[in-house]
């Protein structure tokens, strides 16, 4: 199994900037593909972004292109999501998952643990 757990949330105002990183333990953590989620209040888990085994191929939905970076760090055993030029709606609890796909993996059911989730909000 891989442990996951998120952290780098918070209350920011719009245009602000944030980094979540998410920790991964357990198994070799280059042998998952990754991804960010995210889940407002009332609707239902979106996908965010999503990354590689080794990092050469990410995935981003629409609203998030130019302004969210996914990375990993192999070597650290860690995820990023870098979120700049925030806004309202990116307010939702952010959720790092891990795969067992292959590839970039951006549907939420091929995705085999999940880590607790880091509050992120964004205020006008």
């Known amino acids: 199994q891989v442990q996951l757990v998120e952290s780098g949330g918070g209350l920011v105002q719009a245009g602000d900037s944030l980094r979540l990183s998410c920790a991964a333990s357990g198994r070799t953590f280059s042998n998952y593909a990754m991804g960010w989620f995210r889940q407002a209040p009332g609707k239902e888990r979106e996908f965010v972004a999503a990354?590689?085994?080794?990092?050469?191929?990410?995935n981003y939905v629409d609203s998030v292109k130019g302004r969210f970076t996914i990375s990993r760090d192999n070597a650290k055993n860690t995820l990023y999501l870098q979120m700049n030029s925030l806004k309202p709606e990116d307010t939702a609890v952010y959720y790092c998952?891990?795969?067992?796909?292959?590839?970039?993996?951006?549907?939420?059911?091929?995705?085999?643990?999940w880590g607790q989730g880091t509050q992120v909000t964004v205020s006008s």
């Open positions: 998952a891990a795969s067992n796909g292959v590839g970039v993996v951006t549907r939420k059911g091929e995705y085999d643990y």
């Open positions: 990354i590689s085994r080794r990092g050469s191929s990410t």
